[in-house]
């Protein structure tokens, strides 16, 4: 806390109530016996400016926005300066605060997943996107512009925040000092991570994961799991649980890349971590939406992502007559599916999917393949773990059973985007030998095995599976590159690193294993056979 005269910028976020925050910062110096003086930087942004790089146009796209590239000293017409104060605490807080150089910087962060929430509610004060003070925020500007601005802004300052402040709750944050922040990190990126799981709700949402690991939706179902996906995943940090901060998971690839990522994995990605895991939890629920993902020059060229969406899908859990929608038919019709695809999007014709799309018995421990371009969806009756490349705001629909939006009103689809990007040539048995592979097993030692159960040339990362039968231990080697572990069956596993540390976990559980970890073991708990699903980046 500063006790002379300076310049104290808290940036962070749009998706905050800085009024807030500000108050309570003020409130802290003021108690401290410093006269401060207060300056939301957000009046210093350029109207301008604002309005060509921050309000999507009128005839933009209603599902998605290309990244946008612009930095958040864009937002000014000039460099932001202040004059410091004859005496006690000058406060700028805002987006952008960071810029007008002052003394100390402290970042004020609200995890993604409750600022998407709040943003999706309502709950925050009008101006909770970036550079749009006086409008309600939305979920479109959230995603494809105040984030990608916001987490570079913040990734370039990480090395000299002097205090992170987490504002779950902003009438009592909890913050971390800078330089333990990064001693913290420094740490975590030479050991095995869980991030912070959550779950989410959707109107497809099963119950799976609120019968079975006791989480309690707020939307009455346990659609979307958190596992790990990298833009939005945080790790708590801190012993006592009333005074846990949440830091962003990315920090760990902005400061510690290649120890984290490895060397290669760096070169491919830069600090993007390019591998998500996620639950879809179907259970109870309804089927997923007939969709697919963008191909590569689609991805670059439209929406600025430099790789595109790859996914697979691992049957977890199942209900007897499940099934997984994937690929088209060897005698699908194109022409014919894009006339019923758009019938059903004008008038709520219902769709016959199976005409279309072939569909698979959800088989427990079965890997589904689906590169980018393949129609896919998970049906009702499920639980897969989605392990995917990190893109994951590009579900281009074609059909989502007639479901409606809670106004009332049929949810929109972006069936055109869905048509330019559909693989046409992966059609009926090169579904069945290609997308829905078999186990090869790759090495095996007393007691366990390792199978290759999903890779593709075309797919930069490959999904492996141990199986251990018996009580010895599975012996791995991250050999420069990270690993990511999810226990798949049985009751878990110990892994147990060169260095001498232990981490247990348990079934549906992940963790990621930083490429510096080298040699580690996958010891098994309990009498019942344990599966380990990992995944990894191949060799480019």
Known sequence: MPTAPAVLAVDGPAALDWNAVAQGITAALRDR??????????????????ERLCTPPADSDAFFLPLAEFEMADLFDDTPSVERPAQGVLLVFGPGAALCSP??????????????????????????NLGRPDTPGELRSLFYIDWP??????????????????????????????????????????????????????????HWAADKLGFEPDDGNTALGYELIAPEAGVLVGQDAGAQVELPFQLLCVLHAEQFLGTD????????????????????????????????????????WPYTQHETYYVTASE??????????????????????????????????EDHVQAFAADLGQLFMIPAGTPHASGAGNLVLEISATPYLYSLRFYDWLRRSTSGVP?????????????????????????????????????????????????????????????????????GRFHILNVA????????????????????????????????????????????????????
């Open 149 to 206: 601005v916001t987490d570079r802004h913040r990734d370039a300052l990480a090395p000299r925040i002097d205090r992170w402040v987490d504002v779950q709750d902003h009438r009592a944050p909890s913050s971390l000092d800078g330089t333990a922040m990064r001693a913290t990190l420094a740490g975590l990126a030479g050991q095995p991570v869980r991030t912070r799981p959550y779950f989410n709700s959707t109107a497809w949402g099963g």
């Open 320 to 353: 007897p007559g499940s099934q997984v929608l994937l690929g088209l038919r060897q005698d699908t019709d194109v022409d014919l599916l894009r006339k019923e695809v758009e019938a059903s999007s004008a008038h709520g014709v219902p769709l016959r999917v």
């Open 33 to 50: 016996g410093l006269p401060v003086t207060v300056l939301d930087v957000r009046e210093r942004w350029s109207s301008a400016a604002v």
């Open 489 to 540: 069956a049985g009751d878990g596993v110990v892994v147990e690193t060169a260095d001498g540390r232990h981490h247990d976990l348990a079934f549906a559980e992940t963790l990621t294993v930083p490429a510096s970890v080298g040699g580690y073991r996958l010891v098994p708990i309990g009498s019942r056979p344990v599966q380990v699903v990992k995944s990894l980046v191949t060799p480019s």
């Open 103 to 128: 003394d100390l910087i402290w970042w004020a962060e609200l995890p993604k997943r409750y600022a998407e929430r709040a943003v999706a509610s309502g709950t925050l004060p009008v101006g909770a």
């Open 411 to 479: 949810r929109p689809l972006s069936h055109r985007h869905g048509f330019a990007n559909l693989d046409t040539d992966r059609r009926g048995a090169a579904v069945v030998d290609e997308l829905v592979q078999q186990p090869r097993v790759l090495r095996e030692g007393r007691g366990w095995r390792e199978e290759v159960i999903g890779a593709l040339p075309e797919m930069f990362y490959a999904v492996h599976r141990f199986v251990l039968d018996g009580t010895s231990p599975a012996e791995d080697d991250t050999e």
């Open 265 to 304: 994995v760096h070169r491919r990605f830069g600090t993007s971590f390019p591998i998500r895991f996620d639950y879809l939890d179907t259970v109870g629920g309804g089927n997923l939406s007939l969709h697919c993902h963008p191909r590569e020059q689609y991805m670059r060229e439209t929406f600025g």
